[in-house]
């Protein structure tokens, strides 16, 4: 069987969080071989974790010490150590980018004559979160790509548009990185139920988890408003926001915990990474999981709470119409100002929209299993599985 050598191209951290379980899969099922471009300096720590999985790890490292500190001469060394690296590689069967920054047009040509397949991945704020004239850059890439990808069907219609991918004849479709948590979170919820989660809690009460970080777009004001012009209905309910990470999370934390002492709400915000065990418990413990963020590329936690049973209230802007489209039960609302109608609304009809959300489970499930989400990856990389 031919051996399949494919390169990686991406930052260290969204490779370590979106893209390493899928390549151990795919490693450990097929005769292929995996190396990564890491396009910034990287750390001992992380390339150690890249080296246990990756045969070859290349990384920029032309922009250290004083270079680090000036911004021009930082782009300058970085374009430059990016080139370089790109011409010494050898050749590849696909080469594949996981979250296309503008910058990458300057080298993706050299990496083109490299590979026989060239792909792009796009994460969401690759696209969505950048001024208009770097379009300019990703569509000299994109123009080099033998098929586009993405997580869910709106961001990649979008996608698909601004790039006018059918005109030029470049393929596109949904590409899931597998979420190796949803094989330990399936076999907890065969295990467990929402009552002994809630009681590794401390608490047999109404359970209530607003968004899953303490980054600004989580509008956690908008949350605790609408919590407390429902208080009457919460007296005694457990109220959760976990904060443990996030852009400008300090800040946040700190914003948050004020607004709560102002509005006299009695909610925990957690403020340190919560053990595994922990973690699977709030998703099964929540009755209710708020999730209005202004963005958001198919979280995992979204999808872990439908998955738990909760009764999920989130945002029409959201992309997730890919899931309604699976049947999954969600509660929508047009704008944050709907919040508080709506939570008065499952507070009063709890058990109905609990059976409602009975059918997520399975959908979800289902849709995260390695045996879907590897369909695509073989199909793209032509990969066979070992006999």
Not at 30 to 48: A, M
Not at 76 to 87: D, E, I, M, P, W
Not at 236 to 250: D, N, Q, S, V
Not at 258 to 286: G, I, N, P, W, Y
């Amino acid at each position: 069987m031919e051996t399949k050598r494919i390169l990686i191209i991406s930052e260290a951290h969204l490779i370590k969080t979106f893209v390493l379980p899928t390549i151990k899969k795919l490693k450990a099922e097929t005769n292929s071989q995996f190396d990564c471009f890491i396009v910034s300096p990287i750390s001992q720590k992380d390339r150690h974790i890249l080296e246990s999985v990756f045969n070859n790890v290349f990384s920029n490292n032309h922009i250290r010490g004083i270079i680090a500190k000036i911004p021009r001469i930082r782009v300058f060394f970085g374009r430059y150590g990016r080139s370089k690296l790109a011409k010494a590689l050898p050749a590849y069967d696909v080469a594949h980018v996981h979250f296309h920054h503008h910058y990458f047009s300057y080298f993706t040509p050299i990496i083109r004559q490299k590979a026989k397949t060239f792909y792009i991945t796009f994460f969401g704020s690759d696209f969505n979160q950048i001024e208009p004239f770097r379009h300019k850059h990703n569509l000299k890439s994109v123009k080099l790509a033998d098929a586009i990808f993405a997580t869910n069907e709106t961001l990649l219609s979008k996608v698909a548009e601004k790039y006018r991918l059918a005109e030029r004849e470049i393929k596109s479709d949904i590409l899931m990185p597998l979420m190796d948590t949803f094989d330990v979170f399936e076999k907890y919820l065969e295990k467990n139920t929402r009552q002994s989660a809630k009681t590794q809690w401390e608490t047999n009460e109404l359970f209530i988890v607003g968004g899953y970080s303490a980054a600004p777009i989580t509008q956690h004001a908008k949350i605790i408003e609408a919590l407390v012009n429902n208080k009457s209905k919460l007296a005694k309910a457990r109220i959760i926001f976990p904060m443990t990470y996030g852009h400008l999370a300090e800040k946040t934390r700190s914003e948050v915990k004020s607004f709560l002492a102002e509005k006299k709400l009695d909610a925990k915000v957690l403020e340190e990474f919560l053990t595994l065990e922990k973690l699977l418990a709030l998703r099964l413990a929540a009755d209710i999981f708020i999730h209005i963020q202004s963005r958001d590329q198919m979280a995992a936690s979204m999808l872990e709470h439908l998955a738990a049973g909760s009764v999920v209230i989130t945002g029409k802007w959201l992309p997730y119409e890919s899931l309604i489209e699976k049947g999954v039960f969600m509660i929508r609302i047009e704008s944050p100002d709907e919040l508080s109608n709506a939570l008065a609304d499952v507070l009063e009809n709890l058990d109905d929209y609990k059976q409602k959300s009975k059918i997520n489970r399975k959908i979800i499930l289902n849709m995260m299993s390695w045996e879907n989400i590897k369909q695509n990856w073989y199909k793209y990389y032509e990969l066979e599985a070992k006999a």
